[in-house]
């Protein structure tokens, strides 16, 4: 087994700092070039830690949990685990994931974790939501992922639901759009809200007075097709913007009920970049990607910072289709989600 006194002397280093850098402490430390050379000589020579001999010395386990209801069992969301996986590997965590299907089973999979030590958890919900962490959770280092602390004191990461809304209404504008429709979520939740008022906001900076005849709140099936279809005929919009691309689909829909073609008699732009619709749509559906990988690999990023008591606001962030937010951004922190060009707009 290869050791760090090995691969200290191998790179001309103390112990110390062999150590600093292969448990991802050497941050302000440590020279990066130095670092680098060090963890070039340890993937040379095959270093393997050993988490055990490592919690037994400090105390900790170096084992993170992920609690959720739906994500860990939702491939749409699937992103948010990849991304929490990707940063808790990358600072030498491993990533315990667990989904619950109610309050007693979430308390016993929290108590199931804690028997194993974790040092630090996540706790994410589907579809951004106000909620408040499991009481088991109290007094320990915690994330949230995808939601709102309702007291407003526990770190969290979310969608920025109103520059979505905003973004999504200004591309319909620089279409030329003039009768710009919202069809949103009947089901009361941060991200309806907060599109539509990006919504309005985009179209009174335009000079726009907001009418509530074009905006319709739908579910989904037979009724919100019937919603969508009472739209085009009484309001005749010529821009779409929708809650989701689920919803776009019923544009879609009606638009070719009626001989219309998206993208040149009316332009749409849908929400989540959802792989089935937003790809199989004809033509494509321009839409905003959702981070979800960008908020699991900054809720890690974040939970690791408190763990280590350490900044970590100056390491290389992966590459994201959203730029990630400070960790010291207020609560919650927002990620600014991207619009994704395709071809379901006027050019």
Not at 314 to 319: F, G, L, Q, S
Request: charged residues 25%; hydrophobic residues 40%.
């Amino acid at each position: 087994m290869v050791t760090m006194k090995e691969i200290a002397h191998q790179a001309g280093v103390s112990v110390s700092t062999v150590s600093l850098v292969l448990n991802n402490r050497d941050e302000g430390r440590v020279r990066g070039a130095v670092a680098r050379h060090v963890r070039d000589i340890a993937a040379q020579l095959g270093y393997k830690s050993n988490p055990l001999a490592s919690s037994l010395r400090t105390g900790r386990t170096h084992m993170l949990g992920f609690i959720s209801e739906d994500v860990a069992t939702t491939p749409y969301a699937g992103g948010i685990i990849l991304g929490a996986q990707r940063a808790a590997r990358r600072f030498g965590y491993m990533l315990i994931v667990v989904s619950t299907d109610g309050e007693e089973s979430e308390t016993a999979e929290i108590a199931a974790l804690k028997r194993y030590g974790a040092d630090g958890f996540l706790y994410a919900k589907m579809s951004n939501r106000i909620t408040h962490a499991p009481s088991a959770l109290t007094g320990m280092p915690l994330v949230l992922v995808d939601a709102t602390d309702a007291d407003g004191k526990i770190p969290s990461v979310e969608s920025d639901e109103f520059r979505i809304g905003y973004d999504a209404t200004k591309r319909l504008i620089d279409a030329g759009c003039e009768r710009i429709a919202y069809v949103g979520c009947s089901e009361p939740l941060i991200a309806q809200a907060e599109r539509l008022r990006g919504y309005q906001a985009a179209l009174g900076d335009d000079g726009r007075k907001f009418d509530r005849r074009l905006t319709i709140d739908v579910l989904n099936n037979d009724p919100a097709l019937a919603a969508v279809d009472r739209l085009f005929n009484m309001e005749r919009p010529d821009g779409f913007f929708c809650f989701n691309d689920a919803r776009a689909w019923y544009v879609y829909e009606c638009a070719a009920r009626r001989g219309l073609t998206v993208g040149r008699d009316i332009s749409v732009v849908g929400v989540d970049n959802h792989r089935v619709f937003a790809e199989t749509l004809a033509p494509t559906l321009t839409t905003v990607e959702l981070p979800h990988f960008e908020m699991g690999y900054w809720a890690v990023t974040k939970l690791v910072s408190m763990l280590e008591d350490r900044p970590l606001d100056n390491i290389d962030w992966p590459r994201t289709t959203a730029p990630m937010p400070r960790l010291d951004s207020p609560t919650p922190a927002k990620i600014h989600c991207t619009l994704v060009e395709k071809h379901s707009v006027r050019q």
